[in-house]
């Protein structure tokens, strides 16, 4: 990698140094900048988003806190509590004050007063609550005497919120009966809309949030989502039953069990007032972080296309400013470079030249010195040849002797094979006497045991008396047996010996044609030794000669060989002369291309 850097040309890496020099702080800048910036905007969407939820929190307490006083201030009302009072007040009249808080009253739909026992003793104008003796709020307030509200639960197909509390005599001090508020969530809903829509107005972000009201029991009893009332809030948020057991302000980013999307939600407990019920409410505000968190995307795209145009104007004003300045070294370069050039097609020339000089010199001493070795070497190899004619003489006459001795051998081995031949005819004669007496033993076998049969039948028809002599019927037919089966064997191996004698004769007669065959060749052989030891005569002399003349002109040659060495030896110092010549102009040549390369 190295290597490959140092290769770049000079004008690229001034290049690359301007853009790194310009972009890199600009890099750092902006990573700084993005990270300051990306933990500003998280921590201000968290608190924002945190503030949303206790803005919404605060605004279903003051609700919650609005009908708790409120429904003690119409179970206060004198037609309720005073039985002289409501003795004297018409039923119309008193419906009239009902409905008179109901329109000053925000939210109301209804207010009824039942007795202990739930029955409905006054009812406002408006659809009526009904069966209010079986209600748990209803029964809540039986038992502590004091004021109950309950998270919204359906009433005529709309989910309301119902307040309670206790009417008191003002004579007795005893409970007389029970006041009942509802509120129907439509109220709390359009309060939330408004707010959604201010949102919207400031934010397309914001415009998707979510609220969730959930009950001490973590059900949704209201929602953006209408079809998640009544839910669980641990199936949509993981993070939920680890929130309400804190019951602190907190905020998270959650997954969406349902979609799988990522979610910031913040999460605000819904907080009474002394002396009111807890509830143990809260609330859940979740917004998309896709949408949330859009604005870092932005800064960091920002950040990305300002790096971008940084380097591409950097390197404009670069690559400008490099050219510029390596134009007149260029032409510098480009004529040095031409210089060595010429000098170095000059220089090889005269190398060439050189080269071929003292190839042809050193070809002609080459050439001289293997016509010299040439020339010892046949003399060397005539009087060789000489001495081996001599020998080859000595030899043919040796040879002639053993080709004599050769044919006495020969006239012996046929007289030899001519007995063994004999000696085979009368071997095969006697194998088939051996035949006909083995064929005649078989025959006797074969009668003695017809002889021993019709002895056993006699034998047992002379009855006891003969019994002795079938035995030893019996035993001769075994002996017949076995002389047949001997005979058998014997002419098996006669015929084996027979055969074994054919082949044998007829190697004989393929000896005996071969032995004289050889006696043929010898005689061939000892004529050829004859006329050989002539020619070696007249090789002999010849050869002599020869090595004469060759020792004459390896004398002449060696003079020649040493003149041609001493003009070898000048050639090639003019030639290390001009290599040495050429090795400079390369350097030179190599450094003009080293300093165009770079610039």
Not at 227 to 235: E, M, T
Not at 325 to 335: E, L
Not at 363 to 391: D, P, V, W, Y
Not at 536 to 546: C, R, T
Request: glycine share 4%; net charge negative; proline share 2%.
């Amino acid at each position: 990698m190295e290597n490959k850097i140092n290769r770049l040309p000079l004008r690229i890496k001034a290049i690359a140094f301007a853009i790194a020099l310009s972009t890199i702080p600009v890099i750092l800048t902006g990573a700084i900048g993005y990270f300051v910036a990306n933990q500003d905007i998280t921590s201000y969407v968290i608190k924002y988003q945190e503030s949303r939820a206790i803005a919404t929190a605060t605004q279903v307490s003051d609700l919650i806190f609005e009908r708790y006083q409120e429904v003690q201030e119409i179970a206060r009302l004198p037609i309720l509590k005073d039985s002289r009072v409501r003795q004297a007040t018409p039923i119309s009249e008193q419906t009239a004050i009902l409905d008179e808080y109901m329109e000053n009253l925000k939210g109301y739909d209804s207010i009824a007063v039942a007795d202990l026992k739930g029955n409905t003793i006054l009812q406002s104008s408006g659809e009526a609550i009904t069966d209010m003796g079986k209600q748990d709020y209803f029964q809540e307030v039986i038992k502590s005497n004091r004021v109950a509200i309950v998270p919204p639960r359906q009433s005529f197909s709309k989910p309301s919120i119902f307040a309670a509390s206790p009417v008191v005599d003002m004579a007795t001090g005893k409970t007389i009966a029970i006041v009942i508020t509802r509120t129907p969530t439509a109220f709390l809903e359009a309060e939330f809309k408004e707010t959604q829509e201010k949102l919207s107005n400031v934010s397309e972000e914001l415009e998707k949030e979510e609220y969730h009201l959930i009950d001490g029991n973590g059900k949704f009893f209201l929602a953006t989502e209408a079809n998640q009332i009544g839910r669980d809030a641990r199936s949509d948020f993981k993070s939920f039953e680890r929130m309400q057991a804190n019951r602190k302000i907190s905020s998270v980013v959650d997954i969406d069990l349902i979609d799988g999307a990522k979610q910031l939600i913040a999460y605000a407990p819904i907080e009474t007032t002394e002396n009111m019920p807890e509830l143990g409410w809260s609330v859940i505000i979740a917004n998309d972080t896709q949408k949330v968190f859009a604005p870092q995307r932005k800064l960091l795209l920002a950040l990305t296309l300002g790096v971008l145009l940084t380097a591409v104007i950097t390197s404009a004003i670069a690559t400008f400013l490099a050219s510029k300045t390596t134009k007149s070294i260029n032409r510098i370069v480009r004529a040095i470079a031409s210089s060595s050039a010429q000098i170095a097609v000059t220089v090889e020339q005269q190398e060439r030249i050189a080269s071929q000089q003292v190839d042809a010199v050193d070809r002609t001493a080459i050439t001289m010195e293997e016509l010299g070795q040439s020339s010892r070497a046949c003399a060397s190899q005539a009087e060789t040849a000489a001495f081996g004619a001599r020998k080859a003489l000595v030899l043919t006459e040796v040879g002639s002797k053993a080709v004599e001795s050769t044919l006495d051998g020969m006239a012996n081995l046929k007289q030899k094979v001519a007995a063994i031949q004999k000696q085979i005819m009368q071997l095969s004669e006697q194998t088939d006497r051996i035949g006909n007496i083995s064929s005649l033993v078989s025959d006797l076998a074969n009668q003695t045991n017809m002889l021993a049969l019709n002895a056993a039948i006699e034998a047992v028809r002379a009855g006891e008396s003969g019994k002795g002599f079938a035995v030893v019927a019996d035993e001769i037919r075994k002996l017949a047996d076995l002389s047949k089966e001997s005979a058998s064997e014997i002419n098996i191996l006669v015929s084996t010996i027979q055969t074994a004698i054919n082949s044998t004769e007829m190697v004989t007669d393929e000896g005996t044609k071969t032995v004289e065959n050889g006696v043929e060749i010898a005689k061939k052989t000892a004529d050829a030794f004859g006329g050989v030891a002539d020619a070696i005569n007249q090789i002999v002399a010849n050869s002599q000669q020869i090595s004469l003349t060759s020792r004459n002109q390896a004398i002449a040659i060696q003079d020649i060989v040493d003149a041609v060495n001493s003009l070898n030896r000048a050639a090639q110092e003019t030639a290390a002369g001009i290599s040495q010549v050429k090795l400079g102009t390369e350097q030179l040549n190599q450094a003009a291309q080293n300093l165009k390369a770079v610039v």
